[in-house]
């Protein structure tokens, strides 16, 4: 079992390698198409036309394309991802204390709005046309319909300005608090290391508001994929064997049902996490989050190449190794889909 | 006469459709006696199934009893609790499906589905549903339980899910078997496999079994009596034998013609003229009476029903003209 896995493991990695290089060739010729010239930007204001040149010579942009191409991707086998020239410090670790606040707030999102849209999904299949049934429309048709940075600023208005119920949305910790020390980077799970629940509380308080925003966003395909799983599911032969069998409803439901319906519901969580990266984006601009959206807007509108590239090299790899992840979820709950399929 | 240990009356279901209400079921009444092997005949859309899920409990949401009564062991289906209900099911009275692919949970180990049932209906141990489920795929005479218990449907042939369906149907030992066209979709090989097991392990356990077939030649070969139904009416009820040396409704010997047997050639087969009418709206009386060739005007009159043919009392039609 364990060696079928490492092998579905590595030919999945393997697999990736094309997308990952697409990727990276996309990025470097969309980067350089894009208006601005990062020369000008750099040499200051009161440069001439003989510093910008000197400027360019010295980021290599004076090369042809090809060669800058080449060099960076040599430098990438090497693991060098280039220096942000907006910061002067190299973008890998820009990228590295960043990350893991974008991170946090993304995968508490995910998890809340599958702990919400997951059961209601569930009540809305088993009650048709009940109250949970219009009530799941309706955050269904509200998630789609209404712009995560509406929806971040409506909870700030309301939980903040109006009730004072949530702290302050600047960023992850109030300056009272000192960060807890690092071990995943993720300060909920760090300052529970740490025993230190004060900080785990306050790191909790600031959290809540921007990742029930994406939590928001993210229920809408979730509610909708289960209640469609969950209504086919229980329409299906082995439902009506079970129920005939005299097994107990909630057997039917759970080990029967609802183990079925969660295939295509996790399919489709690779897609919502996918949304809710590109959604973190604005949502870490409304509360001042640190991440790496607010990092790649930044580097996106002083044309730093190394900063913009490195970015959606991150975000390729974040979502490669996320559907992997999902992949291996996949066959252990399927046994169709097991390690024989090579 | 025993008690019967199934009695249906008057059982009248319809369908509520966005299309208006479909009489599915017209008045059916039908009884069986412990050991007996009665078949239930007729084409698709006929209600044989409407007719199995109503006695399980397992009827779409859409479709209403709009009356009768289904009486097994003194119990009254109908009316029992969900609770009452699913103590029965499954070890009082146990069903097989068509299909037997789509049939069963594709993502559990038949060994588990089979235990699922076993434990939901005694206080088994763990060990002791375990040892009881590998044999009962024995008992179904799958080669090599123990691997089998292990197997999902997928990596099973059609004939081995068959097989599993049957030991999670009779692994409770039920006292109603109801086998709903068990080898549609099967070889004629595997066919005979399955219904030669299905009548074995019926006659050691003197069980009743309703057999649910389209296919006359499998009823004639397997059961003690037979009930041709036509869109949604019992048209005529008798013992085997009796139905086939004389066949009182049109329809019985229509469907007869309509059988290949080994002395005919194709070209002396002959078919129904006509299909089931719609069952939307209203029906005559005799639902058969627009592809019949007998009709006459009093077929038109209210009030038909199934009436002895003859000295026989267990041969029933329910036709004004019968042949």
Known sequence: MRTSWMVTVGQRLLEALPTLFGIILVTFVLTRSLPGDPAVYFAGPAADAQSIAETRASMGLDQPLPVQFGRYVQNLAQGDWGVSHNTGRPVIEELGRRLPASLELTLLGLLLSMAAAIPLGVLAATRPNSLVDHACRVVVTAGVSMPVFFTGLLLVYVFYYQLGWAPSPLGRLSFMYIEPPKVTGLYLVDSLLAGDFEVFRAALGQIALPAITLALFAMAPIARMTRAAMLGVLGSDYIRTAKASGLAPHTVLFTYALRNALLPVLTTLGMVFSFLLGANVLVEKVFSWPGIGSFAIEALVASDYAAVQGFVLSMALLFVSLNLIIDLLYTLIDPRAGGEAT | ?323
């Open chain 2, 1 to 323: 006469m025993k008690q019967p240990l199934l009695t249906v009356e008057d059982l009248t279901v319809e369908f509520q459709t966005r299309a208006g209400i479909v009489q599915v079921l017209d008045r059916i009444n039908l009884t069986l006696h412990k050991g007996e092997t009665l078949a239930v005949v007729g084409e698709s859309g006929s209600g044989k199934s409407v007719g199995a899920f109503s006695i399980m409990g397992i009827l779409d949401p859409a479709a209403r009893i709009r009356s009768g009564s289904i009486r097994f062991d003194g119990m009254d289906l109908l009316t029992s609790s969900a609770g009452d209900l699913n103590t029965v099911r499954g070890r009082e009275m146990a069903m097989i499906f068509q299909s037997p692919a789509t049939a069963l949970n594709p993502i559990r180990k038949v060994g588990q589905q089979i235990e699922d049932v076993l434990r939901r209906h005694g206080p088994v141990t763990r060990r002791e549903a375990r040892r009881r489920a590998v044999e009962a795929l024995a008992q179904v005479r799958i080669p090599d339980p123990e691997r089998r218990y292990h197997a999902y449907p997928f990596e099973l042939s059609g004939g081995l899910c068959q097989r599993v369906m049957i030991a999670i149907a009779l692994c409770c030992q039920p006292r109603l078997l109801i086998a709903d066209e068990p080898t549609t979709g099967l070889d004629v090989t595997t066919q005979a496999a399955i219904m030669d097991l299905v009548r074995d392990l019926g006659r050691e356990r003197n069980m009743a079994t309703m057999l649910i077939t389209h296919d006359l030649a499998l009823a004639a070969q397997y059961a003690d009596r037979i009930m041709v139904m036509h869109a949604g009416q019992v048209v005529e009820t008798a013992p085997t034998d009796a139905l086939f040396s004389q066949a009182a409704h049109p329809y019985t010997a229509g469907l007869m013609k309509a059988t290949p047997t080994e002395a005919s050639s194709l070209d002396e087969l002959k078919a129904i003229p006509g299909s089931l009418p719609d069952l939307k709206g209203s029906l005559p009386p005799c639902r058969f009476a627009g592809r019949c060739e007998r009709r006459e005007s009093r077929c038109d009159d209210p009030g038909l029903a199934l009436a002895a043919v003859g000295t026989d009392d267990l041969h029933r039609v329910a036709c004004r003209r019968p042949l």
